[in-house]
């Protein structure tokens, strides 16, 4: 049972140039996330969707951009890099809401630079 | 709006002996549930420990238990017997159960070293 999955686990970019991230689970989960992760900052919420064809916006979504065109799969965009979007990005996902006591499931993460 | 408060940067503790971890929230809701993460220098995040704000008892998992001061709005980690494994960061979030976005909020962590 893979979870969550997260491409690439590794990426440098250099300013400017657009990259998308991919997050895939096979838990049939409604809710998946995305967060960055910096230094002193915890987990902040970037987006995030409760179901196939729908997204929203978290915390910290400028210069992010995002699609959840199967249920499975949530595509985390940035169509052009700044030094500031440097960090650690982890995709999660959970059941329904309702489903109280259920945690979200984390991928593995992706450290990511812009030179 | 939520907000969670993890006030403890770091911490030390000596391996065997007990640590707390304090979690403090703020909400509106009267439904929520708390949860308690794992970050070790591995970087994969473990859910621990899960309370609901309607739980009449304090969860326990193992070594792990939550002190629930529904009142004072804490949800302080307890962890027993601390092993050099648990050494790593910890976050504690928090969702509204009812009525709501249902979307998680989560403090800026709590980073646990744990000495030999």
């Known amino acids: 049972n893979a979870g969550v999955t997260q491409t690439p686990k590794f990426r440098v970019l250099k300013t400017g140039q657009s990259m998308t991230l991919l997050c895939a689970q096979d838990?049939?989960?409604?809710?998946m996330y995305w967060y960055r992760q910096d230094p002193g900052m915890g987990l902040r919420l970037i987006h995030y969707s409760v179901g196939e064809g729908t997204t929203a916006k978290g915390e910290v979504p400028d210069g992010y951009n995002v699609s959840r065109l199967k249920k499975q799969n949530f595509l985390l965009g940035l169509e052009s890099a700044a030094p500031s979007q440097t960090s650690v990005y982890f995709c999660?996902?959970?059941?329904?809401?309702?489903?109280?006591?259920?945690?979200?499931?984390f991928g593995d993460g992706t450290r990511l630079s812009i030179l | 709006a939520q907000k969670i408060t993890q006030t403890q940067p770091g911490m030390f503790v000596q391996e065997k002996e007990a640590v707390t971890l304090d979690c403090t929230y703020d909400t509106s809701d009267q439904s929520y549930g708390l949860f308690w993460y794992k970050q070790p220098s591995s970087g994969e995040m473990i859910f621990l420990i899960y309370?609901?704000?309607?739980?009449?008892q304090n969860a326990t998992e193992g070594r792990y238990s939550l002190n629930f001061q529904k009142a004072r709005k804490s949800a302080n980690l307890v962890i027993s017997a601390s092993q050099l494994g648990d050494s790593a960061m910890y976050f504690c979030a928090m969702r509204p159960l009812k009525g709501g976005s249902y979307i998680p909020t989560f403090g800026r962590g709590t980073s646990l070293i744990v000495h030999p």
């Open positions: 999660a996902s959970s059941h329904r809401g309702e489903a109280s006591n259920q945690p979200q499931h």
């Open positions: 838990m049939n989960h409604e809710y």
């Open positions: 309370q609901g704000s309607y739980d009449e």
